[in-house]
């Protein structure tokens, strides 16, 4: 059962697609605790109780112990100590005592205090006193996030040539880089869907451009990808350049689409091409024209893009960079001392992302003027949905793929997410698993981290761990930042091994693709932890580096530098499977309970439900060789499959009609 409350007048964020009426009743399992700074909902937590949800946040499974913030941030340090990443996304589930799932429908900053300040407190603060609280009860945590989905609407849907391996890098600056990475994968044979073109590929960071000389006819280009098998996958930033006769920017200005400033002028900040505009992304015109501009790429071949910087990243305002320079030529005249050293240092490293900016520009909404700071985590959504609501009238039939860095919970309905700027550190890998069930939860199927660490060097031990998880995860892009090692798999000694880790997803794509769609339409989630499945076994609530994967796997990669191998916990009898290729495998049937499991560095290890099987099929090259007669089941013996299957390409997805028995 779904309860609505509201409190104030909220801003609509259109997170929610199904009218339900608002109840008069009051507001049960919360307490509202009026003090004199603010109010907050508190919830008394029993020892036992567990907290999942949140979404796009660090730590773990369980969020117990720490501050969270739903506050969009361009923030590359994902650390234990980080309140706030890319997406907000204010879904909770409370396990325990009580079993109860509740969304905080709220464009502005919320803190939840998740038994931070006091253990058995959960207090959540939104910053004013104006949103929509939707508390979801049933019989088990699955059945109430499926009640919470429905609410929400069901998540886009990928094209299946977006399970393939992806490759990127921040700092492919031409066609020539670009042909290289396809040439060196080739050669090797590696499985290869897409390359992604990072903001070089643009004339100057200026969106919905290209630069001739780095990519001469763009189109043709293209063509030749495609004759490869291989998909090239542009960015979109969310800032617009300032300039002269530059179409996009002068289409903006004229009608009225950006941001504005409290005087009412278009508001100027700072990301790549120095001075920008931000796209009003609140107001419906804007979104349709903004969308319609991706035409620009679909029609020279381009059919997939991700929508990067929307938080929206802002290197300098005007204003902070002015004030900030008057202070800093005081400051040069004066001996920095312990205060005005650090006033010095602090001035410059609050220039960017300042969240005092939020309150210097402002939306349209309705014809009334709305500061950003109300509704700051909105915007990427909306970018996002712009896209998306214009690829229903750009591409009809196909499927496009969009991911989005920032968002909020129903931009899932128009795009998946990446986690975001992550490193190349072992406790990332971690955190790529543990995030997977709660970006779920907020409608986030289509989704994966930076294979092998976007920030810092990696190592080759680490980006073959990785793949071990990234094989399972519906987004498998290698991604990594200029000045980083270059980890483009053939760099690597071990190749060869990563290459096998690579088939072994092309082998598995059926089934991952099946999973992903029976989640995406049966509005489940396709990874859970083991508790959901198992919510009676203490041991299994326990568990934060496991997850079930669908309703016949469950995962447990090793995420720690020399093991060679790991505990694992089996809440039931499994099959344990150590895969070394798709033809070089061993299985064991292992008890429930505790196990050491060994796993080298090249061996793939995951487990097959009791008395379920999955279907494997033969590598490819790239998803559209992939050859549906090779599939053959794998798993406990009589044991058969429900496999979906469509083209993977148009929008002729349907649960009844494309599931066929495998025997
Ligand atoms: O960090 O476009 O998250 O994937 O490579 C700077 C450059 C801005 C952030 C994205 C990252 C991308 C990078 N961008």
């Not at 809440?571 to 895969?579: A, G």
Request: proline letters at 3%; aromatic letters at 14%.
């Amino acid at each position: 059962m779904i309860q609505k409350y509201r409190f104030g007048t909220p801003i609509e964020t259109c997170a929610v697609i199904k009218e339900l009426p608002v109840t008069e009743e009051k507001l049960p399992f919360f307490e509202i605790s009026s003090k004199k700074e603010n109010t907050e909902f508190v919830y008394k937590m029993a020892d036992k109780d567990i907290v999942y949800g949140l979404g796009e946040q660090v730590r773990g499974i369980n969020k117990r112990g720490w501050i969270y913030k739903s506050c969009n941030a361009d923030d590359p340090h994902h650390q234990e100590d980080t309140k706030s990443l890319y997406g907000s996304h204010n879904f909770l589930l409370l396990s325990g005592e009580e079993l109860f799932g509740v969304f905080f429908d709220y464009a502005g900053t919320v803190t939840y205090d998740v038994g931070y300040t006091h253990r058995d407190t959960l207090r959540i603060t939104p910053e004013d006193w104006n949103l929509d609280v939707y508390v979801i009860t049933g019989e088990c945590e699955k059945d109430i996030v499926k009640q919470f989905r429905k609410l929400i609407g069901r998540s886009y849907i990928a094209p299946m040539w977006a399970f393939g391996y992806g490759q990127s890098r921040w700092g492919y600056k031409d066609a020539k880089d670009i042909r290289k990475v396809a040439a060196e994968y080739r050669k090797r044979n590696i499985p290869l869907d897409s390359i992604y073109m990072d903001i070089d590929y643009m004339e100057r960071y200026k969106d919905f451009t290209i630069d001739e000389d780095a990519f001469p006819e763009f189109e043709t280009f293209c063509a030749e990808m495609k004759e490869q098998g291989i998909h090239l996958v542009p960015i979109i930033d969310a800032g617009v350049k300032i300039e002269e006769g530059y179409d996009v920017y002068e289409e903006g200005v004229k009608n009225d689409y950006f941001c504005k400033d409290a005087k009412g002028k278009d508001f100027v900040g700072a990301v790549w091409p120095g001075r920008v505009y931000f796209p009003d992304f609140l107001k419906p015109e804007t979104r349709t024209w903004f969308g319609e501009k991706y035409a620009f790429l679909l029609e020279k071949g381009v059919d997939g893009f991700w929508n990067d910087m929307n938080e929206p990243a802002i290197f300098y305002t005007e204003e902070r960079l002015a004030s900030v320079m008057e202070r800093i030529s005081e400051l040069s005249k004066e001996n920095l001392d312990v205060d005005s050293y650090f006033e010095f240092t602090g001035l410059v490293a609050g220039i960017g992302n300042n969240v005092g900016d939020y309150d210097t520009f402002f939306h349209e909404i309705d014809g009334k003027k709305v500061s950003h700071s109300k509704v700051h985590n909105l915007y990427g959504y909306n970018m996002t949905k712009a896209a998306g609501e214009a690829f229903e009238k750009l591409s009809p039939e196909k499927r496009i793929l969009m991911f989005s860095r920032s968002s909020y919970i129903g931009a899932h309905r128009y795009g998946g997410i990446w986690q975001g700027d992550n490193k190349s550190w072992w406790s990332h890998l971690l955190m790529n698993l543990q995030m997977m069930p709660s970006l779920n939860m907020a409608g986030f199927l289509y989704t994966g981290a930076d294979v092998g660490g976007f920030g810092s060097d990696t190592m080759e031990d680490l980006m073959l761990r990785w793949l071990q998880l990234a094989v399972f995860t519906p987004l498998m892009r290698n991604h990594s930042s200029r000045g980083t090692r270059e980890q483009e798999l053939y760099r690597f000694d071990n190749c060869d091994t990563c290459k096998k880790m690579i088939e072994i997803r092309y082998g598995l794509i059926p089934y991952l693709y099946s999973e992903y769609m029976k989640a995406v339409l049966s509005d489940e989630m396709m990874f859970r932890p083991l508790a959901f499945d198992f919510p009676k076994d203490a041991a299994a609530r326990g568990v934060e580096d496991q997850l079930l994967l669908g309703n016949e796997l469950m995962i447990a990669p090793v995420y720690t530098q020399n093991s060679t191998g790991r505990y694992v916990y089996l809440p039931e009898e499994m099959m344990l499977v150590r895969m070394r290729s798709l033809s070089d495998y061993e299985t064991q049937v292992l008890v429930a309970g505790h196990h050491y499991v060994k796993a080298e560095l090249d061996e793939l290890v995951f487990f097959i439900r009791k008395d379920k099987a999955i279907p494997i099929g033969a590598t490819a090259i790239n998803t559209e060789r992939l050859d549906a007669g090779t599939l053959k089941l794998f798993g406990y013996a009589g044991a058969t499959y429900d496999l979906y299957e469509d083209d993977g390409y148009t929008k002729a997805y349907d649960l009844d009609s494309c599931i066929r028995e495998i025997v």
